[in-house]
């Protein structure tokens, strides 16, 4: 089967809710992302075959075709088409699939793959809220649905904390996972650990003009103490805010190539593509997905989670990594070691080549071979990516 590569991976850095990136449109924040990667790449923007972007509260700013008016607020010519899609918090790596597969498949040689999401202008849940205050319809659950499952709706904070008692995490377990992530992002971005991979935006603050090139919510001087303060998000729960991912805006991308296309344009991959898989279970408990997810795509790449040398696996809340940890045997020394969304911000739709791009560089960064992207997503689905540092 044909090969299908990677030749640029950027992000732009989390802005915090209301913060730094509030004034940013959705469709600029994409676009900044879209001239990086081609500018990176040196490729003719007029040959890139297609722009897959993921979003998922596609309603306001980030509706009428989001993907196109990407690639309309970006340099790119009106010629190169776009689509937008939805798989929750796995839009993006979704994305990123369905790149490698139209290349792997031979029908397009050059496509971009990304995601957007400001959940400052576009807050989450709001295609259900505006929908539900306009009168319009009884909800995404249909009767049906609700009758076979005997819940009224889904809820991934029910899910995260049935997962949490499930493998018998307590809130200091979850705090101090919490605490490990603000300190190896802390550390990360005290080093440069995201130089290469940051789309710098220039912003307006109060106090005047900045260029934002690092990740807001990183708190470096976070401690038990303090994580262990904040509320819990149900009386008789174990979780809390800071053991979830933080509200973020942002954008990321990966342009993804053929063959041909690396030698037609001069480009040189950065990785290559070795697994694309795609898994779904209860939706109730919904975020335990990536577990039999890694399974299958270790399996089916006739690989060994020794093989993998390093891991990221989305902080949705502590208790989804701690629990894929836990239940696969994992190296916890190789899983987010430049910290996860905990600390470094969950812009749903961006998310998946957000973290895509953190896993490429820190290969590069650390000599390694193999990395191992997953997360758990809405309705009980989980994308699951192998690659291979060139």
């Given amino acids: ?65 989001l993907g196109r ?41 050059l496509v971009i793959a990304g995601g957007v999401e400001s959940m400052t202008r576009v807050p989450m849940g709001s295609p259900l809220t505006l929908a539900k205050a306009a009168g319009l319809g009884e909800g995404p659950f249909a009767r049906s649905i609700q009758d076979r499952y005997g819940v009224p709706e889904f809820s991934q904070f029910v899910g995260a904390q049935m997962i949490a008692d499930k493998y018998g995490f307590d809130r200091e377990a979850m705090d101090r996972f919490a605490l490990n992530s603000h300190l190896k992002a802390a550390a990360a971005t005290q080093a440069g650990a995201f130089t290469a991979e940051l789309v710098p935006l220039e912003v307006v603050t109060p106090d005047g003009p900045m260029i934002h090139d690092r990740d807001e919510g990183v708190r470096a001087n976070s401690t038990l103490e303090s994580i262990g303060s904040v509320k819990l998000l149900t009386e008789t729960g174990t979780l809390s805010a800071a053991t979830a991912s933080q509200i973020a805006d942002g954008a990321s991308g990966a342009l993804v190539a053929s063959a041909k296309a690396v030698k037609d344009h001069g480009l040189t991959p950065i990785a290559r593509i070795v697994n694309l898989t795609v898994t779904a279970g209860d939706p109730v408990i919904m975020l335990e997905e990536p577990i039999p997810a890694t399974r299958r795509a270790l399996a089916r790449a006739g690989l060994k989670l020794d093989d993998i040398d390093l891991f990221e696996v989305n902080e949705a809340f502590a ?21 996860g969304a905990i600390a470094l911000g969950h812009p749903l739709g961006a998310t998946g080549t957000k973290l895509m791009a953190t896993l490429i560089h820190a290969l590069h ?25 060139l």
């Fill in 365 to 389: 960064a650390r000599g390694g071979r193999y990395g191992l992207q997953t997360m758990c997503e809405g309705g009980g689905i989980s994308n699951a990516t192998i690659i291979e540092r």
């Fill in 319 to 339: 208790s989804i990594p701690m629990a894929w940890l836990k239940a696969l045997g994992a190296d916890p020394a190789r899983l987010n070691v430049n910290g």
């Fill in 69 to 109: 008016n990407v690639v309309l607020a970006s340099t790119l010519p009106d010629s190169v088409p776009a689509v937008t899609i939805d798989r929750q918090c796995g839009s993006s790596q979704q994305a990123l699939h369905f790149a490698a597969q139209a290349v792997m498949s031979g029908t397009q040689d």
């Fill in 1 to 65: 089967m044909p090969e299908a590569y990677i030749v640029s991976a950027r992000r732009t850095a989390a802005g915090r809710r209301n913060g730094r990136l509030a004034g940013w449109h959705p469709a600029d924040l994409g676009a900044a992302v879209l001239n990086a990667l081609v500018a990176e790449s040196g490729v003719d923007p007029a040959a890139i075959d297609d722009v897959i972007i993921g979003c998922v509260s596609q309603v306001g700013e980030q509706t009428f075709a």
